[in-house]
Nanobody, 125 residues
């Protein structure tokens, strides 16, 4: 069982930045590909970014490419999402997710085994 705890959400003006962090309780964190998803009210959970177990590969949704950066520190059991040039449409609850022994950079909800409780990001115009 892996517990994921997100932090770093909040309220920011359009054009601003936030950095989300996710701390994992996994004994061998490097066994997990990691991802970030988001969900706005009335919508389905959508993929934002993912990173491979070793951190060499990353993948992004087209809507965040060039603005968001995912990274991980396997020594500290953490994964982060740096969000720059934020837009009102980025407003959502952001979730951290872990895929045990997953393929390189998973992007589908069903590929992930564990989820955090989510952290709210609100971008005002």
């Amino acid at each position: 069982q892996v517990q994921l705890v997100e932090s770093g959400g909040g309220l920011v003006q359009a054009g601003g930045s936030l950095r989300l962090s996710c701390a994992a309780s996994a004994r061998t964190f490097s066994n997990y590909a990691m991802g970030w998803f988001r969900q706005a009210p009335g919508t389905e959970r959508e993929f934002v970014a993912s990173i491979s177990r070793g951190g060499q590969l990353t993948r992004y949704a087209d809507s965040v490419k060039g603005r968001f950066t995912i990274s991980r520190d396997n020594a500290k059991n953490t994964v982060s999402l740096q969000m720059n040039s934020l837009k009102p449409e980025d407003t959502a609850v952001y979730y951290c997710a872990a895929d045990h022994l997953g393929g390189s950079v998973p992007t589908k909800v069903y590929e992930f085994d564990y989820w955090g409780q989510g952290t709210q990001v609100t971008v005002s115009s």
